[in-house]
């Protein structure tokens, strides 16, 4: 399992994550934040933000019940994976 990092999208904190088998996982947060950890499909996460620029708002259905801050840091994981592999 090979974890990569990227900034949040607000720039405060730094993000652990991994992408496996079409699915990403937060793994780690630098700052207070809390998030979960259950891997959500690459291609549930497209299919969300297809409709629009990508915001978190388009991804909150995929983390209901959830904390709030994952969305914004599975966006921040997604977009940096998504350079990634250009």
Known sequence: ????TCPSL???ST??????DNNLRI??????GLY???PVSVTAIEQALDKG???TSALKGLFSGKSTNTAGFV???YLD????VK
Do not use: F
């Open 1 to 4: 399992m090979s974890i990569k």
């Open 10 to 12: 607000s720039g405060r």
């Open 15 to 20: 993000l652990g994550y991994v992408v496996e």
């Open 27 to 32: 793994v780690s947060n630098s700052g207070r």
């Open 36 to 38: 979960n950890p259950t």
């Open 53 to 55: 620029h990508p915001k």
């Open 75 to 77: 966006l921040a994981a």
């Open 81 to 84: 994976h998504k350079r990634s």
